[in-house]
C-alpha cells in the first residue's frame, strides 16, 4: 500500500540534503549573526534619522528660497518702476540672509555656553 511521504522528507530531499541527516549551524556563527542583525538595526535607525534631519533641512531652504525670491521681485519691480528699495520693502535679502545665518549659529552653540 502507497502512503504519501512525510513533509519533512520531502523538504530535505528537495533541498538535496540526506532526509536523516541534522544540519548544526556553530554557535559562534549563530552569535556573529545575531551581533550583525542588532548591529544593522542601530545603523537603519542612524541612517533614518540623519535622512528626516536633512529632509527638515531642505525643506527649510526650500522656504527660504521662496522668500528670498519673492524679496527680489519686489526689489526688481521697485527699481523697474524707478523706486528706491529701501522705501518700498521692509526686509531687505541681505538683513534676512544675516538673520538666518545667526540662527543657524545659535543652533549649533552648546546649551552650556
Known sequence: MWSAPKPGL?????????????????VAVLQEHAVLVRHMGRLQARVSAVLADKETQLQALSAEILQLRGQLMVARTAVSWGLTWRATATHSPLKTHDRLENQALDKTKSPLQ
Open 10 to 26: 520531502v523538504a530535505a530531499l528537495l533541498r538535496g540534503h540526506p532526509p536523516n541527516r541534522r544540519h548544526t549551524v556553530p
